[in-house]
């Protein structure tokens, strides 16, 4: 007959796990920082945008960081 104490001790693991990954939040590099959540993946955003070099596209490319991500690429004057 099998052991099936490494078995059952596999499957523990393996609900333990599933437990803490259940209901542990999600890790985000913007949780908490200084101006709200978004403010460093805009900031990032927004020196890929500074390196196009055509105008036209970086405005194509800047509607569609907008869309998913909820950043505000309109310039202030």
Partial sequence: MRNYRQFVGAFVMAVTVAALLG?????????????????????FLQGILYKIGNA???????NIFENLFGCDFTPVD
Avoid: L, M
């Avoid at 209901?23 to 900031?43: F, N, V, W, Y």
């Fill in 23 to 43: 209901t542990a939040s999600p890790a985000s590099a913007d949780t908490g920082a200084p101006g709200g959540p978004q403010r460093s993946t805009c900031a």
């Fill in 56 to 62: 036209g596209a970086a405005e194509k490319i800047a």
